[in-house]
């Protein structure tokens, strides 16, 4: 049936919660590994991010069945919330201001590379997985 407006707003916020949840989580980890040197938790946090809006993308296209608060809970709300665009460039304008260009450069590209392989992957995988 038809949603309400705070039905979906809930949902998102649900998956919001926990998503931003597991993204600490796993910047505290490797901050303990040495993400406070080179910020790799963020990296991780955006090609697994990518990674699963690529693998989801083809499981919700094959899935019509499903209510559509589940995508906004996986996807908008779960991904929206463990993925950390806004602090990629956060991070990557501090390398530039320090003018450390070398970990800029590295940081952009594995970003931007990793993030775009992995959702390749991912949506590759759930080919194989849903079609």
């Known amino acids: 049936g038809e949603y309400r407006m705070w039905e979906k707003v ?3 916020a649900l998956g919001g919660g926990i998503g ?6 796993l910047t505290e980890l490797a901050n303990l590994h040495g993400g406070a040197f080179f910020p790799y938790g963020t990296i991780l946090a955006n090609v697994i991010g ?3 809006i690529g693998l989801l993308f083809v499981f919700f296209s ?16 779960i991904l929206g919330g463990f993925t950390t665009f806004s602090t990629y460039n ?3 304008l501090t390398f530039v201001q320090m003018e450390a260009f070398g ?3 590295l940081y952009f590209s594995t970003n931007v590379v990793g993030g775009f392989l992995c959702c390749w992957i991912g949506y590759a995988l ?6």
């Open 103 to 105: 970990k800029a450069l």
């Open 90 to 92: 956060m991070e990557l």
């Open 10 to 12: 809930f949902f998102v």
């Open 62 to 77: 094959e899935s019509a069945n499903l209510p559509p608060v589940v995508k906004l809970f996986f996807v908008t709300g």
């Open 50 to 52: 990518s990674f699963c």
């Open 20 to 25: 931003a949840t597991f993204r600490f989580l």
């Open 126 to 131: 759930g080919r194989t997985l849903f079609l």
